[in-house]
């Protein structure tokens, strides 16, 4: 196994959302991979948790990456939420994204969980994403 795609399947995913107008129309900026100190806007992306399973073979090293991508929102509804959700969907799922090392050989959606946050005055929606890398 090697795990030494990880940062560079991370840039890719930050740089896909960040570049993705439909998430751009939807949160701007605010797709963050360390939280900003200070006030955070209503509706933001925070990069999350990662877990990491070899998957080499004769032919190479390679790893299944299982990340999550979470939607939070300081409103009452889960649409806008949703609508941010469904855009990061768009931006990611089966999109060739490029990497600084190694070679995306796929990323797909994996499952979603919807909460209420804050006492029920937040939702946040944890995306989950698994990704095939090969190190080349």
Not at 71 to 87: M, N, Q, W
């Amino acid at each position: 196994m090697s795990y030494a795609t990880s940062f560079a399947l991370q840039s890719s995913v930050y740089s896909a959302l960040i570049g993705d107008a439909g998430v751009n129309a939807l949160v701007g900026d605010a797709v963050y991979d360390a939280l900003p100190p200070g006030h955070l806007p209503p509706l933001y992306v925070s990069l999350g948790t990662e877990t990491a399973r070899d998957a080499s073979d004769k032919t190479g090293y390679g790893a299944w990456h299982i990340f999550t991508i979470s939607v939070l929102s300081t409103g009452s509804s889960f649409a806008k939420a949703k609508s941010v959700a469904a855009a990061i969907c768009d931006a990611l799922i089966d999109q060739d994204l490029n990497m600084d090392r190694g070679r995306l050989v796929s990323l797909g959606f994996d499952r979603a969980r919807a909460l209420r946050i804050q006492q029920g005055s937040g939702r946040q929606i944890d995306l989950r994403f698994r990704a095939r890398v090969e190190d080349n």
